[in-house]
């Protein structure tokens, strides 16, 4: 599972996929209009249940702009 942070001006969405190459949005919302001050972190959750182990890899940043945050191009 392939996990994608984006954003445009002060708008962030979160893409994910299951191969790396088709993108479904999963949330897209408005924090702050300053982003000077924001930070992006990993974290894992188990909403219910017993918990989970979560492993992060292969993490990696690029300062490419998509085209639409909706479709994830």
């Not at 974290?43 to 492993?55: D, H, L, Y």
């Amino acid at each position: 599972m392939w996990l994608r942070v984006s954003r445009i001006d002060g708008v962030y969405a979160y893409h994910a996929s299951v191969d790396g190459e088709t993108w479904q949005l999963i949330r897209v919302f408005l924090l702050d209009p300053d982003t000077s001050r924001d930070r992006i972190g990993l974290a894992g959750q188990s909403p219910t249940g017993e918990g989970c182990g979560v492993t992060f890899d292969e993490i990696t940043f690029r300062a490419e702009r998509l085209a639409d945050l909706r479709d994830g191009s």
